[in-house]
């Protein structure tokens, strides 16, 4: 596919706005620190293609106005630390096109021409301080229909707060009024301030995760050609697993599993078979966890920033494979009911207290000049499944369909309710590729599986 005809420009908020440095937590500064791309398509839009254009530019310099923290730029400050300059620089707005028209969207989803509808950040040429944290493309194709790529620094807003931003764009562009203002004071996650006491709990997600029994590092499997595929479970096959999962293991926990818990142990359970360890292969599963509910107390509903925090359950692929579904279920709610306002306190005065906090983000080298990389014998399972990712209008009627971006790394996997409604669910998973073709196979074998 062909993308032609880009030009770029930097759309800055319609009115002053508070300027000056913010300060930024710890959640804010590690895990990913990259852009994450997401991408929406629209059938066709009614209007001409100049009033589009000019619709969505004038929108969102309106929305920037309450949302300026992503016209702003990041910089380095003492400790491997990031603040947050809320200068008005403005978001970068590409505008393209191509011949190829919306016919066949599932030819398009996964695809390698999403890097050519969603405009790309080179950190490693670029000035930090000259990054945009918002970038932008809006494609229009043959047809007269069109996508939106967006790419939002993941250390000014997760995916609860980027999807909120869309949304009051969508709604802006209609021609309505902001409906919910975004919470923009970080203290509440005690950003800029020093450590607290030391805590009871330890903390394993931010130590290296295990490498393959027989290999002295990483390096070798990170350089291995990976493939990205959509797996759909209708609803009956996701209540077949969660029977499987409550069966024998309901009566020890109170409750039945959820979709998430469910879902995510057998992910992890195929990734086990596909890849074919040994059984004394140790494996790690990192989950991430909102916790705006969790801590006391709540953080406001539009809090925007980052309120996740990673935890890991660990095992033996061994135990993976031959225990039953519960079990492996079980270790994933232990994890998850673990995380609470204590808890996410101690995250913060463990990363408050490290010299330097830049060894905690992704691509960021360890001590010993390694890499963190969480593919295989690992994997991290994410879930949309609260997000609202859908139904976004910018005034020509809602997107045909929504979903994850450029998605390239070995056991990255994300769950997320299928556009239809019907309760089926979508597993977006990117493994090596000569693991998929087991994977695929077992994934929807093992279902039915007594």
């Known amino acids: 596919m062909k993308v032609s005809n880009k030009t770029s420009c930097m759309v800055r908020p319609a009115d002053p706005t508070w300027s000056g440095k913010l300060a930024l937590s710890e959640l804010d500064q590690t895990g990913v620190t990259t852009h994450v791309p997401t991408i929406y398509f629209y059938a066709q839009s009614p209007e001409d293609w100049v009033t589009v254009i000019q619709t969505l530019k004038t929108s969102l310099s309106c929305t920037l106005v309450h949302f300026y923290p992503l016209a ?3 910089s380095a400050i003492a400790g491997g630390r990031l603040e947050l300059n809320c200068n008005a620089a403005g978001a970068q707005f590409t505008e ?10 599932d030819s398009l989803l996964p695809s390698p021409i999403y890097h050519q509808l969603i405009p790309s950040i080179d950190y490693q040429s670029a000035l930090l301080e000259e990054i945009p944290l918002l970038v932008l493309q809006v494609t ?13 620094s993941h250390v000014v807003a997760d995916g609860q707060s980027a999807l909120h931003f869309v949304s009051e764009w969508a709604r802006i562009s209609r021609g309505e009024l902001l409906e ?8 509440l996650l005690r950003a800029g301030e020093p450590p607290k006491a030391s805590s009871r709990f330890e903390h394993a997600e931010f130590d290296p995760p295990p490498i393959l029994i027989d290999q002295s590092g990483n390096e070798k499997e990170s350089e291995k050609e990976t493939a990205v595929t959509m797996l759909k479970l209708t609803a009956t096959q996701v209540e077949k697993l969660r029977r499987k999962a409550d069966n024998g293991q309901k009566s020890e926990t109170g409750r039945g599993f959820t979709r998430y818990e469910t879902v995510t142990a057998h992910i992890w359970r195929t990734a086990c078979k596909a890849r074919n360890h040994k059984p004394e292969q140790p494996t790690a599963l990192a989950i991430c966890i909102d916790v705006r509910s969790k801590m006391r107390p709540p953080l406001p509903r539009k809090y925007f920033g980052n309120g996740i925090v990673n935890a890991i359950a660990t095992g033996f692929s061994g135990e993976i494979v031959s225990k039953p579904l519960g079990y492996v279920s079980c270790k994933i709610r232990e994890v998850i009911e673990k995380v609470d306002d204590e808890y996410v306190h101690s995250v913060l005065d463990f990363l408050k207290s490290q010299q330097d906090l830049s060894m905690f983000r992704e691509l960021q080298q360890t001590s010993n000049g390694e890499e963190h990389f969480y593919g295989n014998p690992n994997l991290g399972v994410i879930s949309w499944l609260t997000l609202p990712i859908y139904g976004a209008d910018f005034g020509w009627g809602k997107e045909i369909h929504m979903g994850p971006g450029t998605h390239d790394s070995d056991g990255d996997s994300l769950i997320l309710h299928s556009k239809d409604g019907d309760g089926s669910l979508v597993i977006a998973l990117c493994l090596q590729m000569r693991h998929m073709e087991d994977f695929r196979k077992l994934f929807y074998q093992d279902i039915d599986v007594e």
């Open 72 to 74: 702003g730029r990041l």
């Open 180 to 187: 919910s203002p975004p919470y923009l004071d970080r203290k």
């Open 140 to 152: 229009r194709f043959g047809c007269g229909g069109f996508s939106l790529g967006v790419n939002i």
């Open 96 to 105: 393209a096109y191509t011949d190829n028209k919306l016919i066949d969207l």
